[in-house]
């Protein structure tokens, strides 16, 4: 198979909060193995790219990305069928996309919550996150309690106001932080986190919260990156209650200990969580997550085959 992924984000962001980019990156690297596949952003000279594909894989959707330069490859395509790989139920295709027949689509979610403009031939649902996962990482001295990291998301607001008070740790982007604030977060604010490879951000902290949107309480989606991220860098995770019909479809071990309903619960399970109870957490959800890790590349790679 010759295959072309199109990364809608700089490359250059890898080391970025930016989950989809790393798992661009990790699902070329599996694909290169036993295909022709290269991956591209817009940040690339595309005027020497004029192969045929037997496959172009758009991923993700930001709306900077410079669509019109891959006009011309795209147009002149004979036999190629053309993919978009999205981890996010809440993201819109861009209409570049769209006036082209979308032959399939790759995705976190159940197919019933994809968009009506979204219209695609056929449908794979699989564990993207999982792509980021790796064994756990030494385990060093904690110096933070608990922390949350994203983007701003509407859907989310309700346990904004729950959580994000006193000494809730909240990093986000500068561009967030106003949103953040007009929605009654009264919370400590840091930048994003770093991602580099073994020094990451996240291993100084004791906990972690995950949150999901409302939709997600129906719509199946597989746990989010943060879940996996949290597991190699040896952080807890507590969940607000309401995640309980995801934790259960999810196939993880997550003990009831671990579900969360107010900010006072938070400390308190920091303060008396067993560490064997903890332990078995991290060590139990880190090989499962590695597991189905190869299953999710070889679950891609067998879609593409026998398409």
Known sequence: MKILLVETSPLSKFNDVTVHVRNSVELCNHLKQRNDCRLISDEADITDVTEQFDYIIF??????????????????????????????????????????????????????????????????????????????????????????????????????????????????????????????????????????????????????????????????????????????????VLFDKSCINTIKRSGYHIDDYFLIDSYDEIADKIKNVDPNLLEDFLKMNSETALIERDKTLYDIEQFLLNY
């Open 59 to 236: 991923i993700s959707a930001t709306f900077y990305f410079k669509y019109k330069r891959f006009e011309e490859l795209m147009n002149n395509q004979k036999a190629c069928k053309i993919g978009w790989l999205s981890n996010e139920h809440d993201l819109f295709m861009q209409n570049f996309l769209k006036q082209y027949e979308i032959d399939f689509m790759i995705s976190n979610f159940e197919e019933w919550g994809v968009k009506k403009a979204h219209k695609h031939n056929k449908y794979l649902m699989t564990n993207l996150n999982t792509l980021i996962a790796k064994p756990r990482n030494p385990i060093c001295d904690k110096k933070y309690d608990i922390i949350f990291y994203g983007t701003y998301r509407k859907w989310r607001e309700i346990y904004y106001k729950k959580y994000f008070i006193r000494d809730f740790i909240l990093s986000t982007s500068s561009k967030n932080i106003k949103k953040f604030l007009l929605s009654g977060c009264d919370c400590n604010l840091t930048d994003k986190l770093s991602w580099e490879l073994g020094k990451e951000t996240l291993n100084l902290f004791r906990s972690s919260l995950y949150i999901e949107d409302t939709i997600n309480h129906k719509l199946y989606n597989h746990l989010a990156n943060r879940f996996y991220e949290s597991l190699f860098c040896n952080c807890m």
